[in-house]
């Protein structure tokens, strides 16, 4: 099964403590786009880094993907298999890179089920906090780039770009209204590790943005 996004460099693993960073926001809002600015910046530094997704990011996550994008189900089987996915991937990927010395950059992580299965979905939090414990125990992401846009311009974009969408792609407007609430009420409570991007600006914009907010963050780091 091939894992498109499972992308690595092979700097030398400095003595600094790899980070967890995530990329969050609705379908369209350019987290791949800006993906590669982050996968620079780190390789400026000097940093190793492993590039993954959600879900996905191995053989058996990739399979629950394709699941989970095309086959109609309710959405506690859909939270269930999302986390499912997640935890291979936690085993497998993310707990043995970080274990390794290598920074690891997801595009999505547990954010995105409180956004999409409880704010979109509507699965209650209490599930959803239970399920976080179960399946990921204490690992937080260190820091979280949230690429907020308006649905109508998220839309825009993806028309432009694609065919026919998936499962979440094919939501209507007011689907990706409350996943963007949902991302909102989550991100409240962990301001320390979230950088709000506007994803509204030019595509320059918002990488000088990400690189920027990126950077500083190293320095504190290293310090
Ligand atoms: N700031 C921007 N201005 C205009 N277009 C943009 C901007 N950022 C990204 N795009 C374009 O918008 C489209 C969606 O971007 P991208 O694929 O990065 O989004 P995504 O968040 O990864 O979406 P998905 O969740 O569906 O994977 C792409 O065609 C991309 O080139
Ligand atoms: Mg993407």
Partial sequence: MNVPLLATNYNEIPDMQPRLITLEGIDGAG??????????VLTDAGLPWLETREPGGTPLA??????????????????????AAR????????????ARGQWVLSDRFVDASYAYQGGGRGVAEKQ???LEAWVVGSLQPDLTFWFDLDPDEARLR??????????????????????????QRRFQERPDRLCVIDAGQAEVEVSA???QALESRLIKWLR
């Fill in 31 to 40: 987290k791949s786009t800006h993906l590669t600015t982050i996968r620079q």
């Fill in 62 to 83: 990739e399979t629950l993907r394709s699941l989970v994008l095309s086959q109609p189900m309710t959405a506690l089987s859909e939270t269930l298999l999302m986390f």
């Fill in 87 to 98: 935890h291979d991937h936690v085993e497998r990927v993310i707990c043995p890179a970080l």
């Fill in 128 to 130: 959803l906090v239970s």
């Fill in 158 to 183: 993806l028309n432009r770009g694609r065919g026919v969408g998936d499962r979440f792609e094919q939501e209507q407007r007011d689907f990706f209204e409350r996943v963007r609430g949902g991302y």
């Fill in 209 to 211: 943005q990400v690189k």
